[in-house]
């Protein structure tokens, strides 16, 4: 990607996942060097810092019900909204690049993107389809329905942390790499125009050409183009460091090649990463392909 102005946003969500970790990735990433290596890559960078406000972020285990931390995640959800609006509205030319955190936080950011675009695009990168909604979903944890939400399928009070409901249309969303399902969520997502390429499908088609194609036609109908990447779309081979690991992951040779791909074609406005847990990492390793991920795309 040519030189840009670059705006950084951690959001520290952590409540979202079933396991402790994932909210300490954007301050575990910017100590190994996140900020200097976009600016080694000729990159200007304004690093907006974490989601402010009054809330706890630190993960802690719930009871089991349909949607697990409600208030938690709404709060950081509104917060993120509002600052990424924000950041569109005064930056529009800017590429806005999200680390989190547990893939909750996407209900936010897509809220935030979506109420300041005419019409949004989205590459959803997962070994999940983050599909589920309150009756389909087994374990109540919201980074498992935050797409279903986007797409207008949810809580109602998720549902409303955006002007615009669903966020963004279901045949403007290509899913690829989700490679397990819950039941319900299968149905519901058989039931809906998102575009699905499972891992199979999408490496039989060619992993970059698949994305590309996929880029290309979200481009010619949408004026904002954002790709959601969950590093869980890796095989836990390359990443030890995420909370729900599913074997039979592209490689990390592939997610770069991937990255890169979307990077030159340039048609990307803003991206997330997803899911890193550092108390999961083993030698710091899934931090240092996170760090590869986004010099791929960005570099
Ligand atoms: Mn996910």
Known sequence: MSPRTIKLLGIQAGRGAARPGAEDGPYVLRERGLVQQLIRAGHSVEDLGDIPGEFETRFASAPPGPVNHL????QVNRHTHACVLGTRRKAPGAFLLVV????????????????????LGLLWIDAHADFNDPATSPSG????????????????????????????????????????????????????????????????????????????DLAAGCDHLHVSFDIDV????????????????????????????????????SAEFVEYNPSLDQDGRTGGLVLELIAALLG
Request: with cysteine.
């Open 234 to 269: 890796l095989d836990p081979a390359f990443v030890p460091g995420t909370g729900t690991p599913v074997p039979g992951g592209i490689t990390a040779d592939e997610a770069r090649v991937l990255l890169a791909a979307l990077g030159r074609q340039g048609l990307v406005a």
């Open 141 to 216: 944890n919201i980074h498992g329905m935050s797409l279903a939400v986007a797409c207008g399928n949810g809580h109602r009070d998720l549902l409303l942390i955006s002007d615009y409901n669903p966020m963004v249309d279901e045949q403007d969303v290509y899913l690829l790499g989700p490679r397990i399902f819950d039941v319900g969520e299968r149905e519901n997502l058989a039931a809906s125009r998102v575009h699905l390429l499972g891992t199979d499908e999408w490496r039989a088609r060619g992993i970059v050409d698949a994305a590309l194609s996929a880029a290309r």
């Open 100 to 119: 989190g955190g547990d893939h909750s936080l996407a209900i936010g950011t897509l809220a935030g993107l979506s109420d300041a675009c005419r019409r």
């Open 71 to 74: 208030r938690n995640v709404l």
